[in-house]
């Protein structure tokens, strides 16, 4: 059997990690400037997460929703406390899109409305909803076409309030947009959205798959863009008291396994559970649990948060002062570098000559830099020093 070709792929094959490297089957050395499309977010094979994981195997790996998991009420509570979020309610799953997928539904069970306001530019997943609220036609087959669906300018908080909500039961917006090039959106607009949300009925979805987790240099990027004080503690708790523009629900994924399969759907406790609303095989397994929560208690122990934004602040600034850079954007660990010319020279000098990894994004001009939070400052230059040589070779031609 041949795989379904589906990705274009780099000629290499990763054999080994360690932290922000990997290492492919000839001995050859790669700094990961990627974390595997943000995913790796304690760095790769981390000891406590591999003893951790490898403990809960030899104990039990797997059995159905249908018993208790206390590995899942620990996994909730500490969720809770790190992210600001105590007093919300987790449903755990597998990936971004069936999290999105998630949310998307309770919202219409919720409200029993239909209709979903979602940004140009916006990557939500693969599944039937989630690609549906996806800007990209491209990835939408015939049976995803969905009527329900509005697209808005994204940070356009006046198209925003042109709407007039009939029917609305969601408004789902990333917290970083990613795929679409690392678009931040504004503290007016996520305060636009969270009014216009509360005045229709509707309910706010902030999909952190991509840019929570720690790496924007706040354990969610909402709470990164919407914070009032500045230097506040990490994480504010609870994070809602600031001025009540939470989200009614928050997706996440991808970091907080650090590359096993879990996601999660954080719900407000306004929204009230029934038996059989939502489901799942996989979801909340005893290993997908036992990854999680050594995730969350590395992010803590190591102080992740704070180191994102401390590394993040240290690439961006001098990132911006490299002469063929047009705009830097990004906040912590996810960063967006738009040059003037199209990035795929770019990086792929970097990969072949330098052995970085780097990520692309659907802005053809723009590089995504989604490093393991863990990434240290001596890394952080070999990457700057490596990127500034293949900007200078690249963008100007020899005399
Ligand atoms: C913001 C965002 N939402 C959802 C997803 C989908 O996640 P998954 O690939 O785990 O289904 C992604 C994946 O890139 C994403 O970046």
Redesign the pocket.
């Known amino acids: 059997m041949n795989l379904f070709d589906v990705y274009p792929l780099f000629d290499i094959t990763p054999v080994n990690a360690q932290g922000c490297y990997l290492w492919d089957k000839n001995g050859t050395k790669y700094l990961d400037m990627y974390g595997g499309?943000a995913v790796i977010s304690i760095g790769h094979s981390h000891p406590y997460y591999v003893k951790t994981i490898s403990e809960q195997l030899e104990k039990i790996g797997f059995y159905s929703n249908s018993v208790k998991i206390p590995l899942q009420e620990e996994l909730a509570h500490k969720l809770g406390e790190l992210s600001g979020y105590p007093d919300y309610q987790l449903f755990l799953c597998n990936?971004?899109?069936?999290a999105?997928e998630n949310a998307l539904k309770l919202a219409s069970f919720h409200n029993k409305k239909k209709r979903i306001i979602a940004f140009n530019k916006s990557?939500?997943?693969?599944t039937s909803l989630?690609v549906a609220a996806t800007d990209d036609k491209s990835i939408h087959a015939p049976v995803n076409e969905n009527e329900n669906i509005i697209f808005l300018q994204f940070n356009d908080v006046e198209a925003l309030q042109r709407e007039n909500g009939n029917d609305v039961c969601a408004v789902i917006i990333?917290g970083i947009q990613?795929?679409g090039g690392v678009n931040i959106p504004t503290n007016e607009f996520l305060k636009a959205i969270r009014s216009w949300c509360t005045q229709h009925g509707a309910l706010m979805i902030l999909?952190e798959?991509?840019s929570g987790y720690g790496r924007s240099g706040k354990f969610f990027a909402h709470q990164a863009i919407l914070s009032v004080k500045e230097n506040s503690p990490d994480p504010p708790l609870p994070w809602r008291g600031r001025g009540g523009e939470a989200p009614d629900i928050i997706t996440v994924?991808?970091g907080m396994g650090n590359g096993f399969p879990v996601?999660g759907v954080l719900i407000s406790p306004e929204i009230k559970p029934k038996h059989g609303m939502l489901g799942t095989t996989f979801g909340g397994n005893y290993l997908a649990c036992a990854a999680a929560i050594a995730v969350l208690d590395v992010i803590k122990n190591e102080k992740l948060i704070q180191h994102s934004t401390e590394i993040g602040n240290y690439l961006m600034n001098k990132i911006s002062a490299f002469e063929s850079v047009r705009e830097v954007r990004g906040l912590g660990l996810m960063i967006g570098v738009e040059l003037e010319i199209p990035s795929a020279t770019i990086r792929t000098e970097l990969l072949n000559k330098h052995h970085i990894l780097t990520g692309s994004s659907s802005n053809k001009n723009t590089i995504r830099i989604l490093p393991p939070l863990t990434i240290t400052q001596q890394e952080a230059d070999i990457f700057l020093n490596a990127f500034k040589q293949v900007l200078k070779t690249t963008m100007i031609p020899a005399q």
């Open positions: 499309h990936s971004g899109a069936e999105n990557f939500h997943g693969r989630a990333e990613g795929v999909d798959i991509q994924a991808k996601a």
